[in-house]
């Protein structure tokens, strides 16, 4: 196989041998290539969920390392989880694989996220206040930062100002 040939993507070699080549350029060609062996193709469940997980070994690098990749199918979607890891860690992936379930009420409602809003200040209020009324996650200093404002300034009655509050994921709470 030339160099010009490599650089154009993935090659199937036989049994069942992949070479992963770098899309590369004949100039940048002396780039390493990776030989896997495909050792498992399978359906499986992953609790009570329909799987497919492929398995390559990888005796590439030092030390050699599976590549697991599984297609999930659970609640109308499918998940696709990928995983790397040496001999020494596969059974500890493989139980982190097998761990995937859809969340309880309790796991889903402990899940926040950070989200920006806008809020109005009262006239002669200060970030350090603003902040503490509205519920902002970021510092007064950072506020000022993301504003462009004095993090010590009286701020105007009504001036709009952007925070950030800690909120359920998925929850769409009025600004």
């Not at 007064?140 to 909120?167: F, S």
Request: glycine share 8%; with cysteine.
């Amino acid at each position: 196989m030339s160099c010009a040939s490599l650089g154009k993507g993935n090659h199937e070699i036989t049994d069942y041998r992949l070479l992963i080549t770098m899309h590369t350029t004949p100039a940048t060609c002396h780039l390493p290539h990776a030989l896997l062996l495909a050792v498992l193709a399978v359906k499986r469940s992953v609790g009570e969920f329909p799987a497919f997980v492929v398995t390559y070994f990888d005796h590439s690098g030092r030390p050699p390392a599976y590549l697991h990749f599984a297609w999930v199918a659970m609640g109308g979607k499918t998940y696709q989880l990928i995983g790397l890891s040496p001999e020494t860690h596969r059974e500890a992936l493989r139980n982190g694989a097998l761990s995937l379930r859809p969340l309880t009420d309790v796991e889903r409602s402990a899940v926040t996220g950070k989200r920006v809003r806008i809020v109005a200040a009262r006239g002669g209020e200060r970030l350090e206040n603003l902040s503490a009324r509205t519920g902002n996650a970021w510092t007064p200093t950072y506020t000022a930062l993301v504003n462009g404002l004095d993090a010590e300034a009286d701020l105007k009655d009504g001036q709009l100002v952007k925070i950030t509050r800690l909120e359920p994921v998925g929850s769409h709470a009025a600004q």
